[in-house]
């Protein structure tokens, strides 16, 4: 499980904005976003110490990425890592790119996932059902992903989302702050269909959050913990060697 919630295109001083919630197993070893290098491009990103590969992670070209499963998709022995899939997309210099390197990957290969894909310009998911390969473009709005999304399954969780996105509107700091609010609800009747999940009698939950923006101020801000509880942390300085406003003041200043 994991739940990602999707600002694109909704203001032009901030034309990209997601809460990224990561949900494992308290026992999967993992380490905090650092500046790391794949394939030469600088990205900002955690780490799955188990696998390899991350869930999340922004490059210096400005392109962000994040992965959750795919519901009711039987993981083989074969299967490689899905965390793998983020991590070779960093590489990439943006989401065109991206995407062809996907496309050219086995979806046997792999259990079943959504991945996400969003620069300044616009988001596209590429997902699986462990067969085929899928793709869809986010329109400009407020988007929800878990592991139910693309008819994967029921959720209570991503139907409380698509209501409580329903009233909202222009991307201001309010806004901003009522995202991440509902990325911090819990439900202590079904638990499982919280957007903070917390079961530690099954050694499992919401292990951290991650905020990021890109427009005139690019930001990541990452909780290591679940966000109704931890606190997020500005890594301003990883941000500033990524060198991303550089990189958008070559493009002509667009945002």
Request: negative net charge; glycine residues 10%; proline residues 5%.
């Amino acid at each position: 499980m994991c739940t990602i919630l999707i600002a694109t295109r909704c203001a032009s001083e901030c034309p990209f904005f997601v809460v990224a919630n990561r949900d494992e197993s308290y026992a999967r070893p993992a380490s905090a976003p650092a500046l790391r290098s794949i394939e030469g491009m600088r990205v900002l990103a955690p780490r799955d110490e188990r696998s390899g590969g991350t869930w999340l992670g922004l490059n210096e070209a400005g392109l962000f990425v994040a992965i959750t499963n795919r519901f009711e998709v039987e993981r083989r022995p074969h299967h490689r890592s899905r965390g793998e899939l983020v991590w070779t997309s960093l590489g990439r210099s943006g989401v065109d790119e991206a995407l062809e390197h996907v496309r050219g990957l086995s979806p046997t290969d792999y259990g079943g996932f959504h991945l996400l894909l969003a620069d300044r310009t616009g988001a596209q998911v590429i997902w699986s059902d462990g067969t085929v390969f899928r793709e869809e473009v986010l329109a400009p709005g407020y988007h929800a992903l878990s592991e139910r999304s693309f008819g994967a399954g029921p959720s209570k969780r991503l139907e409380r989302l698509a209501l409580r996105s329903a009233g909202w509107r222009e991307f201001d700091d309010a806004l901003r702050a009522e995202l991440i609010e509902a990325m911090a609800w819990r439900d202590a009747q079904e638990p499982f269909e919280s957007t903070c999940v917390h079961m530690p009698e099954l050694g499992y939950g919401t292990r951290s959050s991650t905020i990021v923006a890109l427009g005139e101020r690019v930001r990541f801000e990452h909780a290591d913990g679940p966000p109704c509880e931890a606190h997020y942390e500005s890594y301003d300085n990883e941000l500033h060697a990524l060198a991303l406003d550089e990189v958008d003041e070559a493009r002509g200043g667009r945002a």
